[in-house]
């Protein structure tokens, strides 16, 4: 049989401009939100036109109506997963605030455990792990109401639940909560991760006791099935790994990471390997290697090795919970190995755009999910990269040199050199089309991992065969497991110590604030172009050259000198603790504490989030007011991933008997970032003339036996307008401050949190404050403090304005933007 060219091949993609139109649809409804009736009408406008069309043969006007058809079932489709919910559904009765309710419904999926963070820079009390999974409601109390109720909900208990499982029927008493968006600037928007789930609300729950089985086994059985298949695998892991490794192994083989360590997770992330713990097409392929060859061993037919083959790729998908990778590598194999047995096969371009038209069909929200993105971002890249190494084997004049390279019939090294660059022409093309959008999304970029994930492959491949073959040993032959386990553990400790070393390399990764959305669109749009036009010689090196001067434009514009107009000062939404970003006008950064009563990672990635989304790679200095941890426990985790200036406290932060506070400056030694320390009369030299950074308490020769009375004051003046960040004063320290001379602050940060002890009306009087801002977690705050404030003419609190921004203009324009209303409030000079 003749061979088919391959660009030829790839062309010839019916399917690719039908996933187009079908993604068209989607992004349309998302953007315009059209009702289910008008897509509907127009996909039966489009198929019935398309019908009298193909009568008629007019083919042109044919593909139109089937192509409107196709983009209104995107449409529809996503409109039906997005936006309809039932008059019925469990949300309706969810208040921002939660009620309290006892509800009745069906666990639909296994409970999951999520560790809290341990770390010395949580609270003990904080330190509480929680069980959570997704409950199919059916009926809810509510006001000594029963009534009926429809849809799902994300069902969280503070503990552990060990008395319920997948498909009891269970009543649950805790309070309905409607899950909050995004709170800051760049922040994670948890109700549209929930939403895009089909989860519009939250049962949060205080003990595992309020969860009460009523009846079990009444539903789920292959959820049931799934979960056993799970709890033995991790099982035969526990009994015969060592117990460091098995969270690493459940996540390299199964994709279960609720257990695995924020630090093997950081590694993993900064060694660039960090694709080897999200089950995808990698691990699917390398499944399907194993079944190949010990089919191939056993001497099977075609036909049976395509059936073994199939149900192989099936059964590991199913244990993996269906991912959306998955399902993206099990459809290709699918589809690729169903032809053997007649010998036809299927065009690489055609076969992706079926992958993803079924996995948007399953859940179109998949298409804004990053992880789907990366997957077949991938997946088009290796086939590009094939293409590109098929032309240069067969090109004379690009093989020129090194057609010995290509020779069939060489030696070893010959052979390996060959792998060597077809492996890193295959990474770097990955690598095209994929780091822009990790940049954006995950703000890292890891060199590093380009020169070794090549050289790790091969480990990579045969750790996951022994894996594999661990489990299926423990499941059906478990007197055998004990050997494939011990080189499997050896293998993943080898693995182990490759990431840690090349993680801790110098240079091998740094975090980033990434390309804006308008440069990825840009970026990708060009990309796709490139992609499509490949046989057109002259538009393709022009394509080329535009992708090209694109990415230099995106590489240039971040190292710009900054220069803005205006200070800019937002107040950080974390809750119970403190974040305060000053963007000076001279382009340097200062951060006014930061910290967060719960997990440190949270509190720092809300920091970053925020930096990041401002286009901030770098803090120029870190000012902690005082050491309590809601202030200062995101610090050290800044520190590990953001250049930093210097840290500045007072000279009584430096108590080393609190162990956070001596973590945090071993943490500062590690990272060879300064401590400065600061007292009253101290004038930073940030910001330039036209900014004045100064330390208002506490003096050198005032010291109180209390955190708070010692915190950290900062006066900051610009424009002849001034802002005063307070930290937790209170009692002998505000007394001193209150001592001092007053003047007007425009904006003041209310001290410890809004709590009325540190806020009397003294302090009113001496600050007569234009605007008062809350750093806390209380509902009911602003109320309680307008009383003490009555002359402030705005009460701001970050509980309930999400992140608060205030924006000084050269000229002295004050205006005050909150998170959830983002309608700027302008006060002119006085």
Known sequence: MGSRDPDHATLHAPALPVVITFVAGILIDRVVDLSFPVWGGLCAVGLAFSWLENRSQRWKSWGLMLFVACLALGGMRHHLRWSIVSPFDVSRYAEAEGQSVQLVGIIESPLTVRAADHSDMTPPWMQVDRSQCDLLCESLVSRQATVPVVGRLRLIVTG??????VGDRVEVTGRLVMPRGPQNPGGFDYRKYLREDGIRCLLDVDHPDAVRVLQ????????????????????ILVHHIDRVRVPLAMSLLLGERSALPQDVYDAFTESGTMHLLAISGLHVGILAALLLVTCRLLKLSLPATTVVLLLGIAAYAFVTNHRPPVVRASILAVIAAAGWPWFRRVGGANLIAICGLIVLLINPTDLFDVGTQLSFLCVVAIGGAAVFLKRWQSHPLRSAGTEWLFEPHGGLLQRTLRMLVEGYVITAAIWVFAMPLIAARFHVVAPIGFLINVLMLPVVGVTLWLGFITLLCGLIAPWLVRWPAAVFDWFLSGIQSVVDT???LPGGHASVA????WWLVGFYSLLCLGLLLHQKIMLRHWGWYAVGGWTVLGLILPLLPQHREGLRCTFLSVGHGCAVVLELPSGETLLYDAGMFGSSQQGRAIIQNALWERGINGIDAIIISHADVDHFNAVAGLLETMPVGSVCCDQSFLD???LPVAALCETASRERVPIQLLQAGDRLQLGGSDVELTILHPSARSKSNRDNANSLVLRVQYADRIILLTGDLEEDGLAQLLNTPSEPIDVMLSPHHGSPKANPITLSRWASPGNVIISGGDLHSEVVLRAAYPDAKRVLSTQT?????????????LSLEEWNRPFPVNQEND
Do not use: W, Y
Request: aromatic share 2%; net charge negative.
């Open 514 to 517: 990434g390309p804006e959305d």
């Open 502 to 504: 090349t993680a801790a």
């Open 216 to 235: 079990t086994r009444v539903a789920g059985q292959l959820e049931r099935l799934r979960t056993r298949m799970r709890d033995e695998c991790e099982d």
């Open 801 to 813: 304005s999400g992140a608060v921004t205030c924006e000084i203009a050269k000229e002295g324009t």
């Open 656 to 658: 080393f008997e609190q």
């Open 160 to 165: 552990h639940v060990l008395h319920a499982n």
